[in-house]
């Protein structure tokens, strides 16, 4: 299984980006993909996750309402769009992959993509 993540890049506060996460390897029915955030110096955190092939999805308090996760079909890809972005924000977010339903802990998904750097800075 691979995860290839791109889209990060340094944004000025408020400003928006859009990460995607394309996934392979093996077939992703019934698996969820999440993104992962992680500061210096600070633990990794539970940002967004979707089941590949359903609607659910779940986010986390820092990013609900700035955030949206979504499939992108034509690309096979899971999608991160982030608007009116904070400094807080800045970190290396990783995908992940777990089988089943997605949860809020990295422990629990058993495979990572290489990570991209998100800076948010003026």
């Known amino acids: 299984v691979q995860l290839q993540a791109s889209g990060g890049g340094l944004v000025h506060p408020g400003g928006s980006l859009r990460l995607s996460c394309t996934p392979s390897?093996?077939?992703?029915?019934?698996?969820?993909l999440a993104w992962f955030r992680q500061a210096p110096g600070k633990e990794r955190e539970f940002v967004a996750a979707?089941?590949?092939?359903?609607?659910?999805?779940a986010y986390g308090d820092s990013v609900k309402g700035r955030f949206t996760i979504s499939k992108d079909s034509t690309e096979n890809s899971i999608v991160l769009q982030m608007n009116n972005l904070k400094p807080d924000d800045t970190g290396v977010y990783y995908c992940?992959?777990?089988?089943?339903?997605?949860?809020?802990?990295?422990?629990?998904?058993?495979?990572w993509g290489q990570g991209t750097q998100v800076t948010v800075s003026s």
């Open positions: 390897g093996r077939s992703f029915s019934g698996y969820s």
């Open positions: 979707m089941i590949w092939n359903d609607d659910g999805s």
């Open positions: 992940a992959a777990r089988g089943g339903l997605f949860r809020a802990e990295a422990a629990l998904y058993d495979h």
